[in-house]
């Protein structure tokens, strides 16, 4: 059971729960969590002088000293307090007004209105908006009497507002007067004061500047059904009582003479108090119009001139079928002259920014990125869709592509090629005609080797060849087909940095990740398990300030864990059918207990070294110097590369300079 104490209790109180609290209660005190005070009704809405009635909540908790309760500025006698309901009395000097509720200093304003009989009282205001001037009409009861006795303030004026005639019994009238800002109207009578409910908008004339497009840009021209936006002042003013019923909304109207011709649409979600959002009207023709433009509060005198455009028609384009990027003229009249008015979809991808020909056609390239087949064309200007008619579908052809190089290294940083070796470009719709193929290794055209398949084409790489990138033109075909980067093998066969990342001296690290005064530091593109120091994870040691020496390294005691049992450090790569030397250079090792490097197969990291002798290749760390695994690939694999070590003692290390792959065979 939880029990919420809403206010501040006496000490001796407090004390008698403190006493209960190991019990199943939760105590809960409202100086820490405030529950929402809510006011749902009251009992009676009218009554005279001294009558009480009941209003109903909730969290209005049970201390009276805490609560106050209002109708309009008069503070009501609390007869009694309960969580639920309160009990008032009305005093002396009450008149109607809207009830609210203080709660140990959490105010609710409420709509509910009481209103005292026998003593003059103001039910309503209407409206609780206007202009300077206009008039504003008082209703209630007990007003008969003559207008000398009234004050009536808005804010900001200390003379009376004018009456527009003497008070009746239940209504009077007065005008806005000039210099009236927007807030609470004073009433008094005979020198008693009033209740008004409700806070007073003084209006201010609306006014509107310029039409323009959904740019940002002046522009009183535009297709019948495009967005346009006029601009001004006070069209959207915010009333200081949110839930007042409107006299009208906002319209915005096309007129030739004085007929209106049509009424455009207002966006309300994009409705400001500068701008108006409009979809100007489909069922325009073309021609010269006037735009009246009205809030709920006026119609505006200044009219905006606006012209609506011959709509756009298209009447022929230049191919209805092609690979991607070819070009595609839409030719057609009344397209404009402003290339970002117009967008081209081909299906659901749209074109970079067209461009116009001599003749004010749209000039277009079919997007990368389409599924080949059949692709709807959509042309759409000012946000208008303009029809396609009988040229609304385009087909894209399947665009050749390259897939992959047969007869070439493929490591994971990069292909790489023998100079004088045959290679197999795969790939898909290279077609059969070798004559309409040219193959080009970065600046240099390449003799195919004789016939071509629609998916393979063989070339002999040159002699002198260092690296480009692989790309083929076919013909009538609009867009060059690319292939990867070509490197030609190195003539020592070291393919390190083709395999490994971050793999010599100076080691990179990550940032933010040193430990014992930036002297370790976690690794890149290394994963690194059981190495630490300090409680933080590391695997380079930085051996000066300069940065001058660094090791991919293990160590124990120095900041470090005394003892370390199979910490690691490997990388994952993957290497394709081939023999190879790993070149492990040790800096510096001082043992106790062992270490290893060694290759295993996946993704997974490398084995204990309890588990050695199960993985791919191995050595043993025992020296200063170079230790090298050979390795025999069969299949292409996904593998793991690092060192393993148990230091049995503490000061004992194994760093690494370099990590080197060569290529035997």
Same mark, same amino acid.
């Given at each position: 059971?939880?029990?919420?104490?809403?206010?501040?209790?006496?000490?001796?109180? %407090?004390?008698?729960?403190?006493?209960?609290?190991?019990?199943?209660?939760?105590?809960?005190?409202? /100086?820490?969590?405030?529950?929402?005070?809510?006011?749902?009704?009251?009992?009676?809405?009218?009554g005279y002088v001294g009558n009480e009635f009941t209003i109903y909540g909730t969290n209005f908790g049970i201390v009276a000293n805490d609560v106050e309760v209002y109708v309009g500025n008069t503070k009501l006698q609390l007869?009694?307090?309960?969580?639920?309901?309160?009990?008032?009395k009305i005093p002396e000097g009450t008149t109607a007004g809207r009830i609210s509720v203080v709660v140990y200093g959490q105010r609710v304003d409420t709509q509910l209105m009481y209103d005292v009989l026998g003593v003059p009282?103001?039910?309503?205001?209407?409206?609780?908006?206007?202009?300077?001037?206009?008039?504003?009409?008082?209703?209630?009861?007990?007003?008969?009497?003559?207008?000398?006795?009234?004050?009536?303030?808005?804010?900001?004026?200390?003379?009376?507002?004018?009456?527009?005639?003497?008070?009746?019994?239940?209504?009077?009238?007065?005008?806005?007067?000039?210099?009236?800002?927007? &807030?609470?109207?004073?009433?008094?009578?005979?020198?008693?004061?009033?209740?008004?409910?409700?806070?007073?908008?003084?209006?201010?004339?609306?006014?509107?500047?310029?039409? /323009?497009?959904?740019?940002?840009?002046?522009?009183?021209?535009?297709?019948?059904?495009?967005?346009?936006?006029?601009?001004?002042?006070?069209?959207?003013?915010?009333?200081?009582?949110?839930?007042?019923?409107?006299?009208?909304?906002?319209?915005?109207?096309?007129?030739?003479?004085?007929? %209106?011709?049509?009424?455009?649409?207002?966006?309300?979600?994009?409705?400001?108090?500068?701008?108006?959002?409009?979809?100007?009207?489909?069922?325009?023709?073309?021609?010269?119009?006037?735009?009246?433009?009205?809030?709920?509060?006026?119609? %505006?005198?200044?009219?905006?001139?606006?012209?609506?455009?011959?709509?756009?028609?298209?009447?022929?384009?230049?191919?209805?079928?092609?690979?991607?990027?070819?070009?595609?003229?839409?030719?057609?009249?009344?397209?404009?002259?402003?290339?970002?008015?117009?967008?081209?979809?081909? &299906?659901?991808?749209?074109?970079?920014?067209?461009?116009?020909?001599?003749?004010?056609?749209?000039?277009?390239?079919?997007?990368?990125?389409?599924?080949?087949?059949?692709?709807?064309?959509?042309?759409?200007?000012?946000?208008?869709?303009?029809?396609?008619?009988?040229?609304?579908?385009?087909?894209? !052809?399947?665009?050749?592509?390259?897939?992959?190089?047969?007869?070439?290294?493929?490591?994971?940083?990069?292909?790489?090629?023998?100079?004088?070796?045959?290679?197999?470009?795969?790939?898909?719709?290279?077609?059969?005609?070798?004559?309409?193929?040219?193959?080009?290794?970065?600046?240099? /055209?390449?003799d195919i080797n004789g016939n071509v398949t629609a998916d393979a084409i063989s070339i002999t790489v040159p002699n002198d060849f260092t690296s480009g990138k692989l790309l083929m033109k076919i013909q009538d075909v609009d867009?060059?087909?690319?292939?990867?980067?070509?490197?030609?093998?190195?003539?020592?066969?070291?393919?390190?940095?083709?395999?490994?990342?971050? !793999?010599?001296?100076?080691?990179?690290?990550?940032?933010?990740?040193?430990?014992?005064?930036?002297?370790?530091?976690?690794?890149?593109?290394?994963?690194?398990?059981?190495?630490?120091?300090?409680?933080?994870?590391?695997?380079? /040691?930085?051996?000066?300030?300069?940065?001058?020496?660094?090791?991919?390294?293990?160590?124990?005691?120095?900041?470090?864990?005394?003892?370390?049992?199979?910490?690691?450090?490997?990388?994952?790569?993957?290497?394709?059918? &081939?023999?190879?030397?790993?070149?492990?250079?040790?800096?510096?090792?001082?043992?106790?207990?062992?270490?290893?490097?060694?290759?295993?197969? &996946?993704?997974?990291?490398?084995?204990? %070294?309890?588990?050695?002798?199960?993985?791919?290749?191995?050595?043993?760390?025992?020296?200063?110097?170079?230790?090298?695994?050979?390795?025999?690939?069969?299949?292409?694999?996904?593998?793991?590369?690092?060192?393993?070590?148990?230091?049995?003692?503490?000061?004992?290390?194994?760093?690494?300079?370099?990590?080197?792959?060569?290529?035997?065979?």
């Amino acid at each position: 059971m939880r029990k919420i104490y809403n206010y501040i209790l006496s000490a001796f109180f %407090i004390s008698s729960l403190v006493a209960c609290d190991g019990q199943d209660e939760e105590i809960i005190h409202m /100086q820490n969590q405030d529950p929402v005070v809510t006011v749902t009704s009251i009992s009676d809405a009218v009554g005279y002088v001294g009558n009480e009635f009941t209003i109903y909540g909730t969290n209005f908790g049970i201390v009276a000293n805490d609560v106050e309760v209002y109708v309009g500025n008069t503070k009501l006698q609390l007869i009694s307090c309960e969580d639920e309901e309160l009990t008032v009395k009305i005093p002396e000097g009450t008149t109607a007004g809207r009830i609210s509720v203080v709660v140990y200093g959490q105010r609710v304003d409420t709509q509910l209105m009481y209103d005292v009989l026998g003593v003059p009282g103001i039910r309503t205001v209407i409206p609780l908006y206007g202009f300077v001037g206009d008039e504003i009409k008082f209703n209630g009861h007990d007003l008969g009497v003559p207008s000398a006795h009234y004050k009536v303030l808005f804010s900001g004026k200390e003379e009376s507002a004018a009456f527009m005639a003497e008070p009746e019994m239940e209504s009077f009238s007065v005008k806005v007067p000039e210099g009236a800002q927007s &807030g609470a109207i004073t009433l008094t009578i005979a020198d008693v004061p009033v209740n008004v409910s409700g806070q007073f908008t003084v209006l201010q004339h609306a006014t509107v500047d310029k039409v /323009q497009n959904t740019a940002g840009e002046d522009s009183n021209q535009g297709l019948a059904g495009c967005i346009s936006v006029i601009t001004g002042t006070n069209l959207k003013p915010e009333l200081l009582e949110s839930d007042i019923e409107l006299p009208g909304t906002w319209k915005v109207e096309f007129l030739q003479g004085t007929e %209106i011709i049509a009424t455009g649409i207002v966006d309300m979600e994009q409705l400001s108090n500068e701008k108006i959002t409009l979809k100007v009207p489909e069922m325009l023709t073309a021609g010269n119009y006037k735009i009246a433009v009205s809030t709920p509060f006026e119609e %505006i005198k200044t009219r905006l001139d606006y012209t609506i455009l011959p709509k756009p028609i298209v009447t022929g384009i230049s191919k209805t079928e092609g690979y991607v990027n070819a070009e595609v003229v839409i030719s057609g009249t009344d397209f404009g002259n402003k290339a970002s008015d117009i967008e081209v979809k081909f &299906g659901e991808t749209v074109c970079e920014v067209p461009t116009f020909d001599k003749d004010g056609n749209i000039v277009v390239r079919v997007p990368a990125g389409l599924q080949a087949g059949a692709n709807t064309l959509t042309l759409t200007i000012q946000g208008v869709t303009i029809s396609m008619g009988e040229y609304g579908v385009f087909e894209v !052809y399947d665009t050749p592509e390259i897939t992959s190089i047969e007869g070439a290294y493929n490591f994971p940083y990069g292909i790489l090629v023998k100079a004088g070796s045959n290679i197999t470009i795969k790939g898909k719709n290279f077609g059969t005609d070798a004559n309409a193929i040219v193959v080009m290794l970065g600046e240099e /055209q390449i003799d195919i080797n004789g016939n071509v398949t629609a998916d393979a084409i063989s070339i002999t790489v040159p002699n002198d060849f260092t690296s480009g990138k692989l790309l083929m033109k076919i013909q009538d075909v609009d867009v060059d087909i690319e292939g990867p980067e070509l490197v030609i093998m190195p003539e020592d066969g070291d393919i390190t940095q083709y395999v490994l990342k971050n !793999y010599k001296h100076e080691w990179l690290v990550m940032e933010g990740s040193d430990a014992r005064k930036r002297e370790w530091w976690k690794p890149q593109d290394w994963e690194v398990e059981g190495v630490s120091c300090e409680g933080k994870v590391v695997g380079v /040691q930085w051996q000066d300030k300069n940065n001058a020496v660094t090791s991919l390294a293990m160590q124990s005691g120095w900041g470090c864990p005394d003892k370390m049992e199979n910490g690691k450090i490997w990388q994952v790569t993957s290497l394709p059918v &081939g023999q190879y030397d790993i070149i492990i250079n040790v800096r510096d090792i001082k043992l106790s207990g062992q270490s290893y490097a060694m290759v295993c197969v &996946g993704d997974e990291g490398i084995l204990d %070294i309890e588990d050695v002798s199960n993985s791919l290749a191995q050595t043993s760390l025992t020296k200063v110097g170079e230790v090298k695994m050979e390795l025999n690939m069969s299949k292409c694999s996904v593998l793991s590369i690092g060192f393993v070590s148990t230091l049995t003692s503490k000061e004992r290390y194994v760093k690494i300079e370099s990590f080197k792959v060569i290529l035997v065979e």
